[in-house]
């Protein structure tokens, strides 16, 4: 399985941008893709998931309002649609997949998903 993050780069506070993960070597009959950010000097933190058998899955309460993700089967592509971009938004993004399409236990990502190596993301005052 491999991932491919784009679609990081610089914006304004209040700006928008999506994010896209291109999936490969993974069934999408039963799906949990998640995507992740770590900000410099802290440590990686899960932001949303979205799965087959559980629908979307906020992590974070602050971003709730303000990013979405999507999965396109056809183009076999996750996306995090990010607005109202705030400075503390900045981070190295990841997208993961995992099998069990379940979004609970987020910490059976780490151990034992599939990742990319992310994009990054700074956004400015």
């Known amino acids: 399985v491999q991932l491919v993050e784009s679609g990081g780069g610089l914006v304004q506070a209040g700006g928008s941008l999506r994010l896209s993960c291109v999936v490969s070597?993974?069934?999408?009959?039963?799906?949990?893709f998640g995507w992740f950010r770590q900000a410099p000097g802290k440590a990686r933190e899960p932001v949303v998931c979205?799965?087959?058998?559980?629908?979307?899955?906020y992590y974070l309460e602050s971003v709730k309002n303000r990013l979405a993700i999507s999965v396109d089967k056809a183009e076999a592509t996750v996306y995090l649609q990010m607005s109202s971009l705030k400075p503390e938004d900045t981070a190295y993004y990841y997208c993961a997949a995992r099998d069990r399409p379940v979004c609970s236990q987020v910490e059976n990502f780490e151990s034992r998903g599939y990742w990319g190596t992310g994009t990054e993301v700074t956004v400015s005052s």
């Open positions: 979205i799965s087959s058998g559980e629908g979307t899955t």
């Open positions: 070597g993974y069934t999408f009959s039963a799906y949990a």
